[in-house]
């Protein structure tokens, strides 16, 4: 991997930590940084952050980290776990958990959707009875007549 | 000792040692998700025992649910890298690494053995010393918490890794989650972006499920496949389990784990993630294998686990003897007493002695009942690696989800543990260490309370972290462990042969 | 007090009035609707193991022992803020369901003043306040005041000279140290409140000789009371109890300071349910009171019954809303 990854990490950890820090001292307002009060620990910390991400975006260190053989992996992923949560209430715990199994399994490289289907029904229902019938805690039932 | 042996007499009846085995089961496989750790198995299952009329069967089913949860937990850190709850993080650091070269099997060794070697000893000590420690955990004051947290933060810097920016970016990372909320002393708002959920803080749990459940799978995709099944090593020996050498490498960590989770799950605010990492830290810097390492060495393994359970005895101590909780899982037991008008406190023991024994006793047999039950099982959970990557992880991001939701009922809670989560992918990336971050989320908030603490109760004065001798003497502690790496190479260069090989005192290595 | 409100009570469950306001309500002579249709869900805006989580659940299985309700009753725990996040989703997600309760309590009204909650407890549908326990105020062994008369002049002389602990920042604990500062003429802002996570740490702040006073539950501190560790000086309630210590503990009105406040909890309704629905739930909750098992339930935990339902338990909300609020603002907490 080269250099410029690790600059790239550098440039956003050192704009987060300064907008962080801003945000710091918006929330004190005209109220007081005193050490005892509530406001010195997040000045501190981002002041902390930025510095430290200023250090590492001027000397980054090379990362020997594995190679990524599948660059969009990762974001379908995040894509499929966002659309899964904002379902869960909806469509229902058993029925979305079924399908996103059934889709992540793909994105993670599997293409035995006949075995996922047989894994991900039984896993997701047999969840939300355990849970529901024998922990009583309750799990969005959403369209099934569960 | 009598009360202690009526205490077994009650508890080895055949149907409270059902209860205990029931516990045992149920706490490893619920212990097993990621994001549900012993607190919360505990709390879950607090309803069913509404129905038990005797108070003795459920303190014993919880001992069991306890232990089975604790171990549950050590069980996904060593196998998936998907520790439930902050106690078994450092227990991931070597024994996922451990599994990685098919070692699980003595990792999962260990650990169970550690455990019950761990739990039986501070057992001990709860019954024979609970009241004087009890009394000298108290004299602690706000700022010898400050002290302590100080001395922590300094003697687990080995977390931190090869690179001291990267590893000082993750600390600071924790740190900045641990002041997102509703700031406790005051309760003015911090980081919250006018998010309620975010009011209340970034849970510990959502951390550590999005940091390392959510995140590994995310690294995995992008990692793309990996031979799905790991050759075992044997590792022959006694049992097959552990070899002679492992053995040899495992009993001092134990004992020296036990000597740590005992005394810091006895303070109030101590709890059991501090004790688990500085023995961490301690093996890795007296080890002989120090090259091990980072690539599974069964010290990191072994002393983490005995502090980890160890705590929980320790743990017991403030809870009987004066009522105080000092982790989550005694929170919830303390409810759980209370449920059944049991009130903990200086004359619990004198009151309810029959409960107090049983309760004890219960903690011996849960200890022996989750070695009988696990030791044979270890085959079972090592299979799981055998399980084809996609199908695994998915399965992993179902429960890591499930975990989150079934907590907080609230959909944000689970879109900021995928956020967390999609940190936790960069940091692997960039190979940034991830225990610092956690060591950031617990040490923080602790280190900040107690210091306002002191000086409100001070009035504002910074003497009150010199005036008192106890404060002063653990600053002056951590001061020391700061500079004591730096001592054999300053003296060698005042002698001006600073080329001469120096043998080093190192806590942290730097690159 | 109490006869007022039960007088009330029997007003409420005849014909209930629009007290949810925009609800919009066609009659002003409800008829009691057939309730519970379908499963009950109660809400408990906190995690389990904890007392409101208690509370919804010993309502559960009240509502199926004494045979109240045919139909299924859930529990459900919405973490975070003081409840507050929990009381978010009943004014949105669940407006207009009667089928969705949620519990509720002092700690509340509280937290939706210091996190500047944008929904607060006027929005929802008020049915009973349940329970209450009192707060007790107490002192090591050691100390020199003898009781709250002796510590109130101490903090007179010298407001900063006396440390206050309990629990969270604008809970019941310090609402109670600012009401108390206030009727004994001392500036709320002069007070140095230490504030912890929980009663737990407060004892322990308490032994190690950081505070001067704990301010908690009156159960919290009953076994080290019991033991000679701490002294009890006075109860927050109406009128002395035993707290520990084996005799009656004088109230803070006996030590000649004006004031009462009781850690009370309750049940709420979403916003926007039909006035019939109102009742109906009301109904049901004041069967559950009468029940046997409610009352054996109460004495098992150790609650007090604090009863008012309808329109009382409404005006009671308001009342108290609007009481903590001024205290919160003149103690500092919130500006």
């Known amino acids: 991997m080269t250099v410029s990854g690790p600059r790239v990490v550098g440039a956003v950890l050192l704009v987060c930590g300064l907008l962080l820090g801003l945000t710091a001292v918006r929330e004190a307002g005209d109220g007081s940084l005193a050490v005892d009060g509530p406001r010195f620990a997040p000045l501190m910390v981002t002041v902390l952050w930025s510095g430290l991400a200023l250090v590492y975006l001027l000397q980054p260190s090379t990362v020997d980290s594995e190679p990524a053989n599948h660059k969009w992996a990762p974001v379908m992923l995040v894509g499929a776990l966002v659309a899964y949560v904002l379902l869960l209430e909806p469509v229902g715990f058993a029925l979305a958990s079924a399908a996103f199994f059934v889709g992540a399994a793909r994105i993670l490289g599997s293409r035995q959707l006949l075995r996922d289907v047989l894994v991900a029904v039984p896993l997701a229902f047999g969840v939300y009875l355990s849970f529901t019938q024998l922990l009583d805690i309750r799990l969005p039932a959403g369209v099934l007549p569960l | 000792m009598n009360d202690l042996l009526s205490g077994f007499a009650t508890v080895l009846s055949p149907a409270n040692l059902l209860f205990a085995a029931i516990g045992v089961t149920v706490g490893t496989f619920v212990g097993v998700l990621p994001g549900i750790g012993p607190a919360l198995t505990i709390a879950l299952l607090l309803p069913i025992t509404f129905s038990l009329d005797d108070p003795v069967g459920a303190l014993i089913m919880f001992a069991g649910i306890y232990y089975g949860a604790m171990y549950g937990g050590s069980t996904t850190s060593i196998l998936l890298n998907t520790p439930g709850e902050s106690a078994s993080v450092a227990t991931s650091i070597e024994g996922h690494q451990m599994a990685r070269r098919g070692r699980a099997r003595a990792a999962l060794a260990t650990a169970a053995i550690g455990s019950f070697v761990a739990g039986t000893i501070s057992t001990v000590l709860l019954s024979v010393i609970a009241a004087p420690v009890a009394s000298l955990a108290t004299s602690f004051r706000a700022a010898d918490y400050f002290a302590l947290a100080v001395l922590a933060m300094v003697c687990v810097t080995a977390l931190v890794g090869r690179s001291v920016v990267r590893g000082l970016l993750s600390l600071t990372f924790g740190l900045f989650l641990g002041v997102i909320g509703i700031d406790s002393l005051t309760g003015q708002s911090r980081f919250a972006f006018g998010s309620l959920e975010l009011l209340d803080g970034v849970g510990i749990v959502v951390v550590i499920v999005g940091l390392f459940a959510i995140g590994e799978t995310l690294h995995a995709a992008a990692r793309g496949d990996e031979p799905s099944t790991v050759e075992h090593v044997g590792s022959g020996g006694l049992l097959g389990w552990l070899s002679r050498e492992d053995w040899r490498r495992s009993w001092k960590p134990w004992l020296r784990g036990t000597a740590l989770g005992f005394p810091f799950g006895a303070l109030p605010s101590g709890g059991a993630e501090l004790p688990t990492f500085l023995s961490y830290t301690y093996e890795k810097h007296r080890s002989a294998h120090r090259d091990e390492f980072g690539k599974g060495a069964i010290e990191g393994v072994a002393g983490p686990e005995a502090a980890n359970n160890a705590s929980f005895s320790g743990v017991l101590v403030p809870l009987l003897t004066l009522g105080i909780p000092t982790s989550a899982t005694a929170a919830v037991l303390l409810a759980a007493f209370q449920i059944f008008n049991v009130q903990p406190g200086p004359q619990l023991f004198e009151r309810s002695p029959e409960l107090v024994w049983a309760l004890i006793a219960s903690l011996y047999v849960g200890n022996v009942l989750l070695l009988i039950l696990n030791l044979p099982l270890i085959g079972l959970w090592v299979s799981v690696l055998r399980i084809p990557r996609p199908v695994l992880h998915s399965a992993i991001l179902v429960f890591a989800t499930l975990g989150v939701y079934a907590v907080s009922n609230s959909v944000v809670e689970v879109l900021i543990a995928y956020g967390i989560g999609v940190v936790g992918f960069f940091m692997r990336r960039y190979d940034f260490p991830l225990a610092p971050v956690i060591l950031g989320v617990i040490l923080g908030p602790l280190m900040e309370e107690q210091f306002r603490r002191a000086l409100l109760i001070g009035d504002g004065n910074l003497t009150v972290f010199v005036t008192r001798p106890l404060t002063a003497v653990i600053l002056a502690l951590a001061v020391l462990a700061l500079v004591a790496p730096y001592v054999p190479k300053l003296l060698a260069k005042a002698r001006g042969r600073d080329e001469a090989p120096v043998k080093k005192l190192v806590f942290a290595e730097e690159d | ?335």
């Open chain 3, 1 to 335: 007090m109490r006869r007022t409100a039960a007088v009330l009570v029997a007003g409420v469950v005849l014909g209930s009035v629009a007290a949810c306001g925009d609800s919009g309500n066609d009659s002003a002579k409800a008829d009691t609707v057939a309730y519970p249709t379908r499963t009950l869900q109660i809400m408990a805006p906190a995690g389990a193991g904890g007392g409101w989580d208690l509370t919804a659940r010993t309502i559960q299985k009240t509502l199926k022992d004494a045979g109240i309700v045919k139909e299924a009753v859930e529990v459900t725990n919405v973490t975070g803020a003081a409840g507050t996040v929990g009381l978010a989703q009943l004014a949105t997600k669940h407006r207009g369901d009667a089928h969705q309760l949620m519990i509720t309590g002092l700690v509340m009204v509280g937290g939706i003043v210091t996190n500047k909650s944008a929904v607060d407890l006027a929005q929802t549908t008020p049915i009973a306040t349940l329970t209450a326990e009192e707060e007790v105020i107490v002192v090591p062994a050691a100390s020199p005041h003898q009781n709250l008369k002796d510590l109130v002049a101490a903090f007179r002389a010298d407001p900063a000279s006396v440390k206050w602990g309990g629990g969270s920042a604008g809970g019941t604990d310090q609402i109670l140290v600012g009401l108390l500062a206030k009727a004994a003429g001392v500036d709320p802002k002069k007070m140095k409140y230490v504030a912890y996570s929980g009663g737990g740490e407060t004892k322990a702040g308490l032994l190690s000789g950081d505070l001067t006073a704990a301010v908690s539950g009156a159960s919290e501190f009953k076994d080290l009371v019991a033991a000679g560790k701490v002294r009890a000086l006075a109860v927050s309630g109406a009128k002395g109890v035993d707290v520990g210590g084996g005799s009656p503990v004088p109230t803070i009105k006996d030590n000649g300071f004006d004031v009462e406040l009781l850690n009370w909890r309750g049940i709420v309704a979403p916003p926007g349910i039909k006035a019939g629905e109102r009742a109906a739930v009301v109904a049901l909750l004041d069967k559950l009171h009468t029940s046997p098992q409610w009352q054996e339930a109460m004495k098992q935990q150790g609650w007090s019954d604090f009863y008012r339902s309808g329109d009382a338990a409404k005006a009671f909300y308001d009342s108290e809303s609007a009481r903590i609020r001024a205290v919160l603002v003149e103690a500092g907490v919130v500006s």
